[in-house]
């Protein structure tokens, strides 16, 4: 089987830099995917590591180390707009299994 | 290219009836998968369809069945709904070159009274 844990919510001003840990439990594991779903819309993809290291896209970047089954996800320049939930998943057996989200809201 | 769609976007049944969504992946893509998301359970992954075969299933009881068609197109049903059933219930589609990003759908809100 698999768990995954991540913070329920985090909580940071504009401009501010936000890190979403993700740490897992898993028989099998192929790679982290991170997703961002805003209040009554569809989750989106952002990020995927299947190897240790950093990942950058934009302000967004994801991090992995395989042998502390942890992962994160560093949001920067935080702007009112990346207010939402944040999801880390694993491939397990070919199903793709999400941690329960971790909201993070950005004040003015 | 245009998005993952679903239909209905709202639905409304009563305990016991059935009901069956429709999700139309992206052009191309050959893998569609379906979730359920509620608030106290999150995202659950329900099964994944690929070239007309269910490649993988979740823990959901018999109830909830799906099928994909020739064309990649995918529809699940539920039997017997319960109140427990009412969800977002979200499909998303991946191309077999990039596996790892799940495209999703709006999805179709189920309230069961």
């Known amino acids: 089987g698999q768990s995954l844990e991540q913070p329920s919510e985090v909580t940071a001003v504009e401009g501010a830099i936000v890190q979403i840990n993700c740490t897992y439990q898993?028989?099998?594991?192929?790679?982290l995917s991170w997703y961002q779903q805003h209040d009554g819309g569809a989750p989106t993809f952002l990020s995927y590591n299947g190897l240790d290291g950093l990942e950058e896209t934009g302000r967004f970047s994801s991090f992995l180390s395989r042998s502390d089954s942890y992962g994160y996800l560093l949001l920067q320049e935080l702007q009112m707009k990346d207010s939402a939930s944040y999801f880390c998943a694993v491939k397990e057996g070919g199903k793709l299994q999400f941690g329960a989200g971790t909201q993070v809201v950005v004040t003015p | 290219k245009a998005g993952v769609t679903q239909t209905p976007r709202y639905l409304i049944k009563t305990r016991g009836q059935q009901v069956t969504l429709s999700c139309s992946p992206i052009?191309?893509?050959?893998?569609v998968s379906w979730y359920q998301q509620t608030p106290g359970q999150g995202l659950q992954f329900l099964f994944e369809y690929f070239s007309e075969t269910q490649r993988n299933k979740g823990n959901f009881p018999g109830r909830f069945s799906g099928r994909q068609f020739s064309n990649s197109r995918s529809e699940m049903n539920v039997s017997t709904l319960e109140l427990g059933d009412s969800a977002l219930y979200l499909c998303?589609?991946?191309?077999?070159?990039?596996?790892?990003?799940?495209?999703f759908g709006p999805g179709t809100r189920l309230l069961v009274l």
């Open positions: 052009s191309g893509h050959r893998s």
């Open positions: 898993t028989s099998g594991f192929y790679g």
């Open positions: 998303a589609s991946s191309s077999y070159r990039d596996s790892e990003t799940q495209y």
